[in-house]
């Protein structure tokens, strides 16, 4: 708490019995390997296999199979699956929302007031740019 505001944080991986701060970085998964094939596959529009892979990781949680049975809707599960499975892992969703051309459409959504989509890109540092006069930087920068 800090002047009368409670803050939440995720204890993912905290260790509630070693002691102070001793957390456990999880760098790779089991689950996010079966959720990268999965998408693959269901972009190379292997639905079986992809359906598959999605239903490895529900299974294991105590889901259902999946449902989703078409390419799109495959890759909204898969996304909605890697949300929740990678939840606050080294900034998973961010990275994904980027990769698949979503973060100004749900960022947008989430935060219409104040999201511009020249946030979705990261400044180019000054000093690379000095380095390259034909070098420019990206919008909403200075």
Known sequence: MYNTVT???????????SGANAE???VLRLAEQYL??????????NI????????????????????????AALLLAIEQERWVELNCEWGHRW???????????VIGALKPATWK???ALYPIPSAEIGKNANLLQNPGYQ
């Open 7 to 17: 803050y939440r944080y995720p204890y993912k991986y905290k260790s509630l019995t």
């Open 24 to 26: 456990y970085y999880t």
């Open 36 to 45: 990268i094939r999965a998408e693959a596959r269901a972009q190379q529009n």
């Open 48 to 71: 079986g296999g992809a359906q598959s892979d999605v239903s490895i990781i529900r299974n294991r949680a105590g889901l259902a199979n999946t449902t989703a049975n078409t390419q």
């Open 95 to 105: 990275f994904d929302l980027k990769r698949t051309n979503r973060v100004n459409t």
């Open 117 to 119: 989509s020249t946030a």
